[in-house]
């Protein structure tokens, strides 16, 4: 459901949210700022090494206002709507637009297999391409790249050396590096981040290298 009634016996948009918390950006290229994050309920996909399966299901409903205000509270110019996949709900869209209408640097997490292309493009896309390890590769929407702007990021979570080649083969052959910045990422805890390094300089890759600050400062912790 996207529609509520208000108080006022209209119509308002509702989003189902898991969590609005304050923390610092641990990913893509907004890493370290104070960011307030949105994350809502729900995931088409079961990725193996997902770390945010608590919002699968659940969470509250909440009207777009009470969301904008509970952003508004934390006084943070930057805003990160996650999940889960938020764009399961088709409220996301008017989330995104109305943050960033409020002078918001908003971004998006998402995993690449719903479109993009209604997205507001004030937004940055953070966009998952799905590797073998994730066990979700064939739920990856290809025609989701036409619609990537400079300031957007793709981001490759790797596991093992096969999901790295996976991983470079699409880097070089769609040169995506062309279209935006990518990102790549070890899985925490199973792929060695020095080894991850070690290949991408060995192959002299135009990406960029990431780890997830938040879970080096305060471990996989909800709400951080």
């Known amino acids: 459901m996207n529609e509520v009634s208000a108080a006022d016996g209209t119509r308002a ?6 969590e609005i918390f304050h923390s ?7 890493v370290g700022w104070p960011t307030v994050f949105v994350r809502l309920t729900g995931c088409p996909l079961r990725c193996g090494w997902c770390d945010t399966s608590y919002s699968f299901t659940g969470g509250e409903k909440h009207t777009l206002d009470e969301v904008l205000v ?7 110019r930057h805003v990160c709507v996650t999940g889960g996949e938020p764009l399961a709900q088709k409220a996301c869209l008017a989330l995104l637009t109305a943050l960033c ?20 493009p004030r937004v940055r896309k953070v ?5 073998p390890g994730s066990g979700e590769v064939a739920r990856n929407r290809w025609d989701n790249l036409a619609h990537l702007l400079p300031h957007d990021q793709v981001k490759f979570v790797i ?13 070089r052959d769609r040169s995506l590096h062309a279209l935006c910045q990518v990102l790549y990422s070890p899985v925490a805890d199973t792929l060695a981040p020095a080894t991850l390094a070690d290949w991408i300089l060995a192959d002299r890759l135009p990406v960029r290298f990431q780890l997830q600050l938040h879970k080096l400062l305060w471990g996989n912790v909800a709400g951080r």
Not at 70 to 76: D, K, L, M, R
Not at 101 to 120: I, K, N, P, Q, Y
Not at 127 to 131: E, G, R, S, T, V
């Open 159 to 171: 596991a093992d050396r096969a999901d790295y080649e996976w991983a470079r083969a699409q880097t």
């Open 101 to 120: 209408d409020r002078g918001h640097e908003v971004s998006l997490e998402t995993s690449g297999a719903l479109d993009v292309s209604a997205v507001d």
């Open 70 to 76: 509970a952003v508004a509270s934390f006084q943070t």
């Open 127 to 131: 966009m998952d391409l799905k590797c």
């Open 13 to 18: 948009v509702a989003l189902r949210i898991t």
């Open 24 to 30: 610092i950006q641990g990913e893509a290229d907004a």
